[in-house]
């Protein structure tokens, strides 16, 4: 899961409403990312894993990492 920076800088965004919020989001692209790779069938270690990616998604993230908002 992302770290400290990570919430930072989800918490400095406008519409920040709490950690809960961005969780879900997560888990929404966690989903539709399983879904959309279409491997068949899926662990259960597949369907609790949120992989980075589910939260760096997020338009609150840059598309690398910078110095002001590293991974």
Known sequence: MPG????KR???Q???????NAIERARLR???RLVDDGVGAL??????RLE???FFASRVFP???TEEHPR
Do not use: I
């Open 4 to 7: 400290h920076h990570s919430y």
């Open 10 to 12: 989800c918490r400095e």
């Open 14 to 20: 406008p519409r920040f409403a709490n950690a809960r």
């Open 30 to 32: 966690h989903a539709k």
């Open 43 to 48: 662990s259960r270690d597949d369907l609790k």
């Open 52 to 54: 980075t990616e589910d």
């Open 63 to 65: 598309a690398e990492p």
